[in-house]
Every structure is written in C-alpha cells, then in structure tokens.
C-alpha cells in the first residue's frame, strides 16, 4: 500500500510514501515456512505443519526446489486436497475454481485441465504427499518469494 504527497519545490510533486502497517496487516495472507523446521506462520500465527509428526518439514530436494506436505499448504489456503490413489497415486487440489492434479514421481501436471510440466517431481516421504510449493503457489495466482 502506497500513499501520495505532493508538494515541494516544483509544486504538485508527487512521491510514493510508505503507509504504516501493523503486524496483523504485513502477515496477512502470509505463509512463512523455513526448510528443516517443523513450525511455519500463517497469517502471523505459529502453526506446527504436522502436530503428529515433527519429521514433516518442508525441503529443498536434489533439484533444488522447496518440497511441502500439501495438505498443510492446502489446509492454510482453504483449499480441498483428495489422494485419489490407486495405480495412478494421484493428489487433486481444488481452490477458487482451479483444480491441479499432479502424480506422484511424474513431472507432468495439469492445472483446470491444462497440462503443464515440471523441473521436479511428487513424492511420498514420512507417510506424506510432497509437492513442489512454488507450482502450486503460482498456479492459484500467489507471489513466491
């Protein structure tokens, strides 16, 4: 959020000028997960991703990508997160109309139908769906930084 200030020597100039927030304000549909840590933020409050379980952490892999258990992820976005399973170990997440569908170990994944690939894959670790989080992030419309 910017304000405007005008004014100066030039008369009618005008500047960005920064609006104080609160904290409540800055994490605000914020998701704050830091790698090997079992706790993350959401919307500035402390949440244990697996309360069951402190081994599911989000992860860098090999491929250098942050690895998320997607039901936590899903859960803070309100999204609707179903394993469908069978020959195909499929994940389907639904959120605000979209629906993604990824496999497990395929690199293949669709978005509203729409097939799409990435640079790493799905995997099944501590009893857990992993996904890339920056695929999901983008493909609901969410900034990663």
Known sequence: MTAT?????????????PVPMTA??????VILLQADNYAALIDGTL???DPSNKA????VNADQRTMVPIR???EALNAKVEWVGGTGRQVRITYGGKVILMSIGSSVYTVSG????????PVLQD???RV?????AESFGADVK
């Open 132 to 136: 890339p989080l920056r695929v999901i």
């Open 5 to 17: 200030a005008s004014g100066g020597a030039a008369g009618g100039v005008t500047s960005p000028v």
């Open 24 to 29: 409540e304000e800055r994490l605000g549909n």
């Open 56 to 59: 599911v952490v989000p992860y």
């Open 114 to 121: 729409v097939t799409y690939t990435m640079d790493t894959q």
């Open 127 to 129: 009893g857990r769906t």
């Open 72 to 74: 936590f992820i899903a």
């Open 47 to 49: 949440k244990y991703i």
